[in-house]
């Protein structure tokens, strides 16, 4: 059974760093693209991140943490994190990893992920 969990988010001020951890059973993670998604309150979960497999090698931003976050995986730890600098009160969330998807065009869109592992509140104060 494919299993996700987040972990590692807080209370931040406004240019500080934060990394995320994904902890995933079930599947490798050098063997799927993982997804870092995230939802403020009264809006749509947004796609940050997607990290193909370790077969393709890619992994794309959204145009808002471009240059600022960074995904990763650990093969020997299974694994997968978000790197999260320079943050911005904006970027507050609860932040989600996902998996059985891709990234394709449509990797950005909840709709193109099937495993979602439960979220971490990501809090950044100006």
């Known amino acids: 059974e494919v299993q996700l969990q987040a972990s590692g988010g807080g209370l931040v001020q406004a240019g500080e760093s934060l990394t995320l951890s994904c902890a995933a059973s079930?599947?490798?993670?050098?063997?799927?693209?993982v997804g870092w998604f995230r939802q403020a309150p009264g809006k749509e979960r947004e796609g940050v991140s997607c990290?193909?497999?370790?077969?393709?090698?890619?992994?794309y931003y959204s145009h808002s943490v471009r240059g600022r976050f960074t995904a990763s995986r650990d093969l020997a730890k299974n694994m997968v994190y978000l790197q999260m600098n320079n943050l911005k009160p904006e970027d507050t969330a609860v932040y989600y990893c996902?998996?059985?998807?891709?990234?394709?065009?449509?990797?950005?869109?909840?709709?193109?992920?099937?495993?979602w592992g439960q979220g971490t509140q990501v809090t950044v104060s100006s």
């Open positions: 990290l193909s497999n370790e077969g393709k090698g890619n992994t």
């Open positions: 996902a998996t059985e998807g891709g990234c394709g065009s449509a990797w950005h869109r909840r709709s193109a992920w099937w495993s």
């Open positions: 079930g599947f490798t993670v050098g063997d799927y693209s």
